[in-house]
Nanobody, 122 residues
Framework: QVRLVESGGGSVQAGDSLRLSCATSGRTFSTLGVGWFRQAPGKEREFVARISSSGDSTLYSESAQGRFIISRDRSENTVNLQMNNLRPDDAGLYVC???????????????WGRGTQVTVFS
């Protein structure tokens, strides 16, 4: 059973940076694709970024493109999300999710963490 634990959230000023981490366990790290999602109060959950099990493929939302970087740390079984030049509309609960991609890919984000809160003030 895949378990995910997020960390790194906090309250920052607009223009500052945060680095979020998603620690995984319960399944071989190299078989998991990992994505980041966020949800602000009163809004639907939205996709932010994802990285493939191999690390060869990344995808960002239009909002995240050019400001955020997703990466894998294989020594720690962790996926990081470096968020730069944060804006107030980046605020929300950031949650990571995992899907099995090896030996055969699946489409569902089947495992979810509890989330870490990000607040951006101007």
């Amino acid at each position: 059973q895949v378990r995910l634990v997020e960390s790194g959230g906090g309250s920052v000023q607009a223009g500052d940076s945060l680095r979020l981490s998603c620690a995984t366990s319960g399944r071989t790290f190299s078989t998991l694709g990992v994505g980041w999602f966020r949800q602000a109060p009163g809004k639907e959950r939205e996709f932010v970024a994802r990285i493939s099990s191999s690390g060869d493929s990344t995808l960002y939302s239009e909002s995240a493109q050019g400001r955020f970087i997703i990466s894998r740390d294989r020594s720690e079984n962790t996926v990081n999300l470096q968020m730069n030049n944060l804006r107030p509309d980046d605020a929300g609960l950031y949650v990571c999710a995992a899907r099995i991609e090896r030996p055969f890919p699946t489409e569902n984000w089947a495992s979810w963490g509890r989330g870490t809160q990000v607040t951006v003030f101007s």
